[in-house]
């Protein structure tokens, strides 16, 4: 058995699979949920991690019955750019800023207007956002000094639980691209970024490619987990590299469409290509030799989980997917806007906010179900949209995450992307590719490449219906943030 664990935002999922690749067990433990104690914050607590973490490894152990001395590897992936930090014992020093915390937008205009816009692109392939790791080390300084004077190791989430699991500070080269740290092109550290920024390159933890082993189970280790000590742990990925990984996303052509908590579409390449105006994410891949790029939406499954806690809170994401099936494609001229934490792609804007926009008298709940399913979908469109003025080739279109699971919004991505979308057999997405680098990483194959063609299948293939209607429609979102920002008086 190989052992894949997904740090999410929203819980912690283990999956065990064969050799073969078949899923054998899944078991996910939620998480406490996100602290916002202001507009635009957003943190958790690491060791609620380490408890799920546990949790959900007991969980598929329990499924299966397998003992841990009958698991080979361990592979880690989880959400990216959270900024864990350690003081030089390894106690955390205050909760992680995670990927969704907007407040450093002050720390990324004084990064930017130090490095400079273009030479930090030339750099690290990517721009200053909030979203990254550097920025919320550099709040922390600002903000926090008590705090800053104390760390001596940073790292992202699934990186905490692996040393929880192993006594070792270790982070692969995709999670590290998404730090602003890393030089992606040469897959190394940059020390002119760090020196610029005043982190410490002793903060930083060892490099690893997303197969390596980078660490064993500790006995203390062994003992929280029942994994046995001495287990090999692969560097794996972070969430979108792991991701792609599971969904077989790497030669240049081959595309996801994840909507998570966060939508992203995902592209391989062969050598960095980089967006002058940093609209996309340019990171090296979890496969050795491979870069990938990202669009990024905020608020994408996070829409859907809003709207039900807000206004539906009784009902299931079944059920509101029912009545949003009763609805017309382009619901009647009813928009969403998922700017819930800002934006990334392609506005870079933490500013930006949500709207339902286009609201009449006849619309109804199906309507407004349906408006969040479209509207995530037009967001990720925007990325299609980059990848063609970029030249990033899209041969196929694969589904992956909370939006690949339900009937409508597979349709509804169809549709609005104007291509056929492909749904695979393991529907685990990142755990699934954890699990594949660790056995990499053992070398029960002897490539990303070869893990992936003999485990990565498609199930089925939606084609699209509608697609006229949401090419219309997307016309009409495309309006949607300049008039939002003007309303804003930006």
């Known amino acids: 058995m190989l052992l894949g664990i997904d740090v999410g935002t929203g819980g912690t999922r283990a999956v065990l699979i064969d050799r073969a690749g078949k899923v054998k067990a899944s078991f996910a433990s939620e998480h406490a949920g996100i602290r916002s104690e202001h507009i635009g914050w957003a943190e958790q607590e690491p060791e609620d991690w380490w408890r799920a973490a546990r ?27 959270g900024c864990v930090m350690l003081d030089a014992d390894g106690a955390v020093l205050r909760p992680a800023l995670i990927w969704a915390d907007q407040r450093t937008q002050p720390q990324c205009d004084w990064l930017t207007e130090k490095i400079g816009f273009e030479r930090l692109i030339e750099l690290t392939c990517n721009p200053a956002l909030p979203n990254f790791t550097l920025t919320k080390l550099l709040w922390v300084r600002e903000h926090q000094p008590e705090i800053f004077a104390k760390i001596a190791h940073v790292l992202c989430p699934k990186d905490y639980v692996r040393y929880r699991m192993t006594g070792e500070f270790a982070m692969d080269m995709q999670e590290a691209s998404g730090t602003l740290l890393l030089d992606v092109a040469n897959r190394r550290w940059s020390a002119e ?105 905020n608020g994408a499954g996070l829409s859907l989980r809003y709207f ?146 003999a485990t990565v299948r498609v199930a089925e293939t939606i084609a699209p219906r509608d697609a006229d209607v949401m090419k219309d429609a997307y016309a009409r979102y495309r309006r949607i943030y300049p008039a939002l920002r003007e309303i804003a008086g930006r």
């Open 193 to 297: 970024v760090a020196e610029a920024a005043g982190i410490p390159m002793s903060w930083l933890p060892r490099l690893f490619e997303g197969p390596e082993i980078c660490a064993r189970i500790s006995a203390a280790g062994a003992g929280a987990t029942g994994l046995a000590a001495g287990t090999p742990v692969a560097a794996g990925a972070g969430d979108q590299g792991a991701g792609a990984v599971g969904m077989g996303i790497l030669a240049p052509g081959s595309v996801s469409a994840t909507i998570g908590t966060s939508g992203v579409v995902f592209a391989a390449t062969d050598a960095p290509t980089k967006d002058r105006l940093g609209r996309l994410h340019t990171f090296c891949h979890a496969a050795p030799g491979r870069w990938h790029v990202m669009g990024v939406t």
């Open 308 to 453: 039900r806690d807000t206004f539906a809170k009784e009902s299931s994401y079944d059920e509101l997917s029912a009545r949003a099936a009763e609805a017309p494609a382009g619901c009647n001229g009813l928009m969403w806007a998922p700017y819930l934490f800002g934006e990334r792609t392609p506005h870079l804007d933490p500013e930006a906010r949500a709207a339902f926009v286009g609201i009449t008298a006849s619309h109804g709940q199906p309507h407004f179900v349906r408006a969040v399913l479209e509207g995530v979908a037009f967001s990720l469109q925007d990325t299609f949209t980059l990848f063609a003025e970029l030249g990033v080739p899209v041969r196929g279109i694969r589904l992956g995450g909370g939006g690949a699971r339900g009937p409508l919004w597979r349709q509804i991505q169809a549709d609005v992307y104007g291509h056929p979308v492909d749904l695979l057999e393991a529907e685990e997405g990142g755990a699934f590719g954890a699990a594949l680098l660790a056995g990499t990483g053992v070398k029960v194959w002897e490539s990303v490449e070869a893990a992936c063609a």
């Open 55 to 81: 949790e959900a490894i007991a969980g598929a152990m329990a499924q299966t019955g397998v003992t841990g001395s009958e698991i080979e590897a361990v592979g880690l992936t989880g959400q990216m750019h």
